[in-house]
């Protein structure tokens, strides 16, 4: 297989850590604070958290080690990446769709951003916000999800070092700085200990079927596989570095977010508000955990802080997501990163005006439905949500694990891998490929019908 080398100036990462920090904040986001511990705290707690471990390792890391490889062989963009590794027509689609996905989804997850810089404000000088009606006010929603996108294409104008290493190294220890003060405020609250039960208890009798497919779900969007994400960021490593090492510590960093957000959440509600339904999603992290931050002391501080880390979560994945159609627009259409960004950013903020307006019962954006392979979704964003936030994840991640397992000479990829990493070899790479080749396929098979509600009520993956 001959891979062209890339002339263009695109930009490196320049240190290991800095790549690690990057690819970690994509894969660290908004649903690792809140949906991961819901559905620990409803499946068996500790007993969720072991099979999503099991999860990352056997299906998350052998396709997150896939798309980084595709992405520093071919130094390319999704789409760049598989043409340039061989693949026609039909296996760059799957690149098309790691472009548009990342475009659609950063238009709509920055609505949910806007409201997270809303309440960091609310929180400090210390205004009761009615979550219902805030998100039903357009004058507040509209321009909190324009600031949040400016936010963003200000980093991705920096470029690979300048912008996006920079921001990463920053950012992802007040990240983890911020969450643990909080978690470990929440854990030494009088009463806290119900909800440290309720979230980490082992209860294996709860473990199903059912179960295992929320938690392989949870692993596929939590890891930020089958987005393009980890191409793109790959095509930006050099040689050097080690694939396998840097993963490991993406995986552990991924999912210490999500265990922490854990034990930040639930402690915190039983010990402070004993009774509120520990299951709420969105309202959960808008409307009960303000109440929270306000029966402790200094606790508009705490809530503060508390959104500033639901920000920064949302703006280390979106910076990503940006990067994706930009990277593309450099590498195919030779655009400058100045235009490609403000092209990007400037046409997200246009399609982010009907997602800010589904949340306003009545309105054309809310009551319209869509249905999709057999699935009745309703509102503009829960649309966009279920066929670009999940669905096309899932599909795309099948799609690469059969390029390179099947249509592709997998050995070549396994190669890569060995670069910088001398203990890929052995069993290690035989694991390797044949988890691409024969148990990610048959595991993502699985979830897509699930997906499609064959096994039951449609799981989404958040």
Partial sequence: MAVQPNTEERGQFGSS??????????????????????????????AFVFV???????????????????GRISRKNPIGAVRETGGNKFWQSAGVLCVLMCFFVFSYYSVIAGWTVGYIFTEIVNIPVDFAV???????????????????????????????EKAAKFLMPVLFIIIIF?????????GAQA??????????????????????????????VGWGLMITFGSYLPKSSNIVQASSWIAGMDTAVALLGGLMVFPALFALLP????????????????????????????????????????????????????????DDRKWNRKKATWTVGIAAMILSVPSAMSSIDGSIFNTMTFNFLGTELVGFFGIMDFIFGTFAVILIC???????GWASKISVFADELALGSPGFKGAFR??????????????????????MGVFGAPQQGG
Avoid: H
């Fill in 134 to 164: 805030f998100v039903q006010t357009p004058m507040y929603v509209v321009p909190l999800t324009f600031f949040f996108i400016l936010l963003t294409i200000l980093i991705v104008l920096g470029g690979v070092s300048g912008g996006i």
């Fill in 182 to 190: 909080i978690a470990g405020r929440s854990v030494t609250l009088e």
């Fill in 430 to 451: 035989t694991g390797w490929i044949f988890f691409i080749k024969w148990v990610c396929p048959i595991v993502i098979g699985l979830v897509i019908l699930d997906l």
């Fill in 52 to 70: 999503y471990i099991i999860c990352v390792l056997l299906i998350g890391l052998p396709l997150l080690f896939n798309e980084i490889a595709l």
């Fill in 17 to 46: 850590l800095g790549f690690i920090m990057a690819a970690a904040g994509s894969a660290v986001g908004l649903g690792n604070i809140w949906r991961f511990p819901y559905l620990t705290g409803e499946n068996g707690g500790g």
């Fill in 195 to 224: 909800g440290i039960e309720y979230y980490l208890s082992p209860d294996f009798s709860k473990i199903s079927s059912k179960v295992i497919l929320q938690a392989l779900g949870q692993a596929f969007f939590s890891m930020s």
């Fill in 275 to 330: 009774g509120k339904d520990p299951a709420g999603g969105p309202a959960l992290v808008f409307d009960v955990l303000p109440q929270v931050f306000n029966a402790m002391p200094g606790g508009n501080i705490i809530g503060g802080l508390f959104f500033i880390l639901l920000m920064v979560a949302a703006l280390t994945s979106t910076i990503s997501m940006l990067e994706v159609p930009v990277s593309y627009l450099i």
């Fill in 398 to 404: 099948l799609m690469l694990a059969l390029y390179t």
